[in-house]
Structure formats: C-alpha cells, structure tokens
C-alpha cells in the first residue's frame, strides 16, 4: 500500500511537470517578442518593414526589417491577410487545434496540483509508526530484536525470586506442549512491582532475550492523546501487530499512567484514559482470545491501579522486584563490573554491605561514578579508594572544596555534626557511626553517616526513638554550645526528617498509646484517596499533633542529657573534625578517647565501613537517600 501511494505521488507530479513545461513553452516565443499596437502593425507593413509574418489566432507574430521579432493582437474585424498579400510579405498560419493531451492538461492542472498535494499529505501523515495527523491511532509499540543488544537473565542479578517468577513463561514461550499435556494455560500477563531501578525493564528484556519470541514495547503515556478515542484505537492496533507476530511479549512500561482507578480522582475520572483502560482490558480477557501473546507490564504504584486490571485471566502474576539484599548486591555490582578492570583491593561484598538500600539502578551508577573517578586521576583500574570516593559522592553528593567557610561557621559546623556522632554512639539501638566530615557536600556543610549493620527491614520504637534523639542532637549540640538566641537555621533538615519519622510513629505504626492502633495518615494528611467517610475530629489532630511533639522534644531532651555527660568527648570530636575535617568510623573513636587518628587509615579494616544509611546534615536541600520498605529514608539523621 505504501509503495502504491509512492508510485502515485511521484506519477503526477511527473504530469504537473509536463503540463507546466508545455503550457509554458508554448509562449516562450510570446515572451522574447516584444508587443506593438495594431496601428503601428499596419503601418510597417505599409512602410515595407515587416519581413515575414505568422498568424497564430488573434496573435499576430512578425519579423521586422531590423531583425527583431514583434507581436501583435488583431482586431476581430481586421482583413489582415489581404493587407499582408497585398505588401508582399510572406505569411505563415499555425494550426489553433491543440493536442487533446495538452488541452486536457492545461483545463485539469489545478486538480492535478490539488489532487498532488493531497497524496503528498496523506503520504507524510500516515508514514511509519504513525506519526502524523492521520496516525493518531496507530501504535506506537516499538519492536526489539537480537540486533538492538540481546539481553538474557545472565544479565539480571540480585532480583532472584522475580526471576524464578518469569522463566517459566520462558518455558511456556519455549515448549507449550510441556504444560498444555496437563492441563495448563499460559498466563496471560504478569505485573512487575517494585521501586524505581530495581531491575522491571531489565527483566522484561530478558525474558524476551530468552524465549528468543518478538518484543514489542510501549509506554503507558505513549496511549493517552488529546483526543478522545484515540488510546482505544491504539490499544486495538497494538493487539493487532501482537497477533500477527504471536508468539511474543508485549511490555507496557509505567501502566499506572493508563490504568488508574476508573472513576477517582478530581472530576470523576478521565473519559480518554478511561475509555483506553477500558479497550486494554477487553484486549487482554474479553470474547475474543489472545493466545500467544503475553503482556508484562512495570509499575511503581501498584495501589493506583484498577481492580479489573489486576484479576486473574488479565495479570495472572504479579512480581515483587524489590530492592536487592547485600548477597543480590553483590551479584549485581559483579554484573556491572565485568566490564571494569578492578583493583587487586576491591572487596565487592564490603561495597555491597556498605550500601543498604541501594537499588539496582544505584549500583550501576556506583560503579559508573568509581570506573569515572579511576579515569580521572590516570589509573589503569579501579581501586577501592575509588569506590570509597564514588559512595560518598552518590550518597552526600559532590564535594565543594570551592566553597569558603569563615571559621566561626566551620566551627558551628563541627560542633554540630559532633554532636549527631557522639549521641549516635552513645545509644546502643543507633546505627554505627561510619564517617564525619564538615566538607560541604551537595545542600549540606556538613554530615554524620551511620551503616546499619544488617539490612533494614523494620523500625522498632525503641529504634525509632533512639533515631530521633540521634537527629535533634545537631540542635542540641548548637544551644549548649552558643545559647538559644544563636541557634541557626542549620537545623531545619534535621527537623524535618525527626518529623516525618515522629509522624509515621503516630499516624501509622501506632507507636503512640494516646493515638491508638488506627491509620489516621490519610485522613491527617489529606490524601485524595482516603477511605470515604472516614474523618479526624479536631480533638483527635490536636492531639496527633501533641505526640508528634512530645516524640521530638523527649528526644531532644535525650540528646541534650547526653551531650552535658559527655561534654568532653564532644569537645574532643569537634576540634578533631576542625583539623582533620573528615574523619571514619574508628578515627572517630581515637579521636574521642584523646588519642591521634591513624595515618591514611583504611575504612574499610573496620566492621562498620559501608555507604550511608544515615546523613546526618545540615542541608537547605537534602541529598536524595535510599528509602526503606516502609517509605523512609532508612536513617534520617540530619
């Protein structure tokens, strides 16, 4: 069809062409002549000075004694010719019948030319993948094939629960007989859940990788238009392509975007989306079957999605792609570093225990940052140093040696980060203390680290508590240091990270006997999606808002106990960051005991060394942190 529309366009704009030539060339001689009036006309003709003449019409074309030509239009009663004989000058006469295909050209030229415009349109809007006005509702799937990089689970790590999940319908794709014998269908669609990086993508690419079956891939954003229609359109054309290279594996990447809740949200709901939800969901169980093809899709919201979309018969499976744990860490830094060359120092399972939380996503970026690091400097491989260095940079951002502190708020600074260290080594339930620095790095001047030893699973109170002591410490440090009319604004990070998690103590976890055992966050915050009549009363948020606030200061008041006890200690740390400006884990205890830190001490012989669980700052923004599975950062000291 495409190659018809071509042969078409380019057969009349060939005719267009011929008919301008011709209808242009038949008055070319007009043209070059120069036009006299009659009466001149007849008078060189009286006078000999015409010596020949050609009759074309009404048009009468002549040759002057001088060897110019001249033309002239006659009047409709003129008796030219005789007066032409009668001077003896030679006349000619041309034919005013013109070739029928010449005439016919001339008289259709302007339908030609629209005729013409509008192949080349037409041709131009419905060319490849739809993209023009007249392909709002073709697909915009894209199929990959084994030439665009051939992914396989070789090249997935860390995620394997997930990856058990989805082999076996590698198997289906592979042997169908082996399941169909007993009875088994192939499932219909699988649903990946997980945090952003973990790996949804990738999986779906390896499972495509590994059938060896045709992968088409769409976003869910790339169904919703403007127009109202145009999504269901795609969605059918969609399934259409599918069928006809069944078997294969359509993915749809951030579903949440077309398959929201039907009828929530602002308005009642949105027709265009919800009409598209609507086709998709007849596409993939409805009357007619789509054997053969199999959806997956990848989402961060699973709570946003409608109910139909999530039943069996549509997403038969649904997978959890979490975060990985230290031994998927592992695996997964081994993943992204075989193409590295890596110093004989580097101990990959003492960089994946010293990055909890860290999704795949981070770790490639980790190990980019390090291999970048190395390059810079001129070395041949990776070192651990490099490692060490591309941590703390991804975690507390970039270094700003540039950045000229005075030496009263370098000052504040150290006292303050001293003051997180101290409590957090003071309380057994915190986190290990890994590293001080008052280098400014990102929207801090200053941080505190702390590695949890394990990974973070869940919060207990008596955790939570000494957490939030470990947090206001900063502000306790600057009061007992300077008094309450100095305190800066230093504190506002660690303000808001104690009240968030104070917050998700009482409003969720029921961590507060005044409160209760009730989920009061969606109604306190309000969210749009809270239960329908479910409300706080007045009392109740005031009452919220007095164990938020009793959390924080019974904790500040901890911290603050703790920083009189141990003053020396403090002071101690705080002159030590003042020379040194970074100090790790045990420089840190050296330094507290009075003693020198060692020189160039290595990080990681002790047992704490690891990347940050815990950014204890003073930011005006936050560096971007990891977050646990219950939504908080997995140590929100600053």
């Known amino acids: 069809m495409g190659n018809a529309r071509n042969i078409a366009f380019w057969v009349v704009l060939f005719l267009l062409i011929l008919a301008l030539f011709n209808l242009f060339s038949g008055g070319g001689t007009t043209m070059q002549s120069q036009s006299i009036s009659y009466s001149d006309f007849v008078r060189s003709v009286e006078n000999n000075e015409v010596s020949s003449a050609t009759l074309d019409g009404e048009r009468v074309r002549f040759r002057g004694t001088d060897g110019r030509d001249y033309v002239t239009i006659k009047p409709e009663d003129a008796e030219i010719t005789n007066l032409l004989i009668g001077n003896d000058v030679p006349v000619t006469a041309e034919s005013q019948e013109q070739s029928g295909l010449q005439t016919f050209l001339v008289s259709l030229l302007p339908f030609l030319?629209?005729?013409?415009?509008?192949?080349?349109?037409?041709?131009?809007?419905?060319?490849?993948g739809g993209g023009g006005a007249m392909g709002f509702g073709k697909s915009k799937a894209k199929m990959l094939t084994e030439k665009q990089g051939r992914v396989t689970f070789d090249d997935v790590a860390g995620i394997d629960e997930a990856k058990e999940e989805l082999e076996e319908i590698v198997e289906f794709l592979r042997n169908p007989q082996k399941f169909s014998r007993l009875g088994g269908k192939i499932p219909k669609g699988a649903l990946l859940v997980g945090p952003p990086g973990t790996g949804k993508t990738l999986l779906a690419r390896a499972i495509a990788g590994e059938a060896g079956v045709p992968f088409f891939t769409i976003s869910g954003s790339d169904f919703v238009e403007m127009f109202v229609g145009v999504?269901?359109?795609?969605?059918?054309?969609?399934?259409?392509?599918?069928?006809?290279?069944?078997p294969c594996i359509v993915f749809i990447d951030e579903i949440d975007a077309v398959g929201r809740h039907r009828g929530a949200g602002y308005g009642g709901g949105n027709d265009e989306r919800e009409q598209t939800l609507n086709q998709l969901l007849v596409e993939m169980d409805g009357f007619e079957a789509n054997e053969g093809v199999i959806i997956l899709a990848a989402t961060n919201r699973r709570d946003v999605l409608d109910p139909a979309l999530l039943r069996p018969g549509r997403f038969d499976r649904q997978v959890t792609v979490p975060n990985p744990d230290i031994k998927g860490r592992e695996k997964i830094l081994a993943v992204h570093a075989r193409k590295t060359p890596l110093g004989p120092d580097v101990d990959l399972r003492i960089i994946a225990r010293g990055s909890p939380g860290f999704s795949g996503a981070d770790l490639s970026n980790l190990v980019n940052e390090a291999a970048l690091m190395a390059a810079r400097v001129g070395r041949r491989f990776v070192t651990m140093e490099d490692f060490e260095n591309a941590k703390d940079k991804v975690m507390m951002g970039a270094?700003?040696?540039?950045m000229v502190l005075t030496p009263d708020q370098k000052e504040k600074t150290a006292y303050h980060e001293a003051g997180h260290a101290i409590v957090g080594l003071t309380l057994p339930k915190c986190d290990p203390v890994y590293k001080a620095t008052i280098i400014p790095r990102g929207g801090a001047l200053g941080m505190v680290v702390s590695l949890p030893e394990i990974d973070r699973l869940n919060w207990h109170k008596s955790e939570c508590v000494q957490k939030l002591a470990m947090t206001m410490a900063g502000k306790a440090a600057e009061i007992q240091k300077y008094g309450q009319d100095e305190v800066s604004n230093g504190p506002a990070g660690d303000i808001q990270q104690?009240?968030?998690?104070?917050?998700?103590m009482v409003l969720r976890w029921g961590m507060s006997d005044k409160?209760?055992?009730?989920?009061?966050?969606?109604?306190?915050?309000?969210?749009?999606?809270?239960?329908?009549?479910?409300?706080?009363?007045a009392h109740t948020k005031e009452l919220i808002e007095e164990e938020v606030k009793r959390l924080i200061q019974e904790a500040y008041d901890t911290a603050a106990d703790i920083l009189r006890e141990r003053h020396d200690e403090w002071e101690r740390l705080a002159q030590g960051l003042l020379e040194y400006e970074t100090l790790t884990g045990e420089e840190i205890k050296r330094v507290i005991r009075g003693e020198p830190p060692q020189s160039g001490p290595d990080p990681d012989d002790t047992p704490d060394t690891g990347g940050a669980a815990s950014v204890t700052a003073i930011p005006k923004t936050k560096p971007r942190r990891p977050k646990d599975e219950n939504g908080l950062e997995p140590e929100p000291t600053a």
């Open 515 to 537: 409160v209760g055992n009730i989920d009061y966050a969606e109604a306190h915050e309000g969210y749009s999606g809270q239960t329908p009549g479910f409300s706080v009363s």
């Open 498 to 504: 104690a009240s968030q998690l104070a917050r998700a």
């Open 231 to 246: 999504g269901a359109s795609r969605v059918r054309d969609m399934f259409e392509q599918a069928k006809k290279n069944a």
């Open 113 to 128: 030319l629209l005729i013409g415009v509008w192949i080349y349109f037409m041709n131009r809007m419905q060319g490849r």
């Open 399 to 402: 270094e700003r040696r540039s």
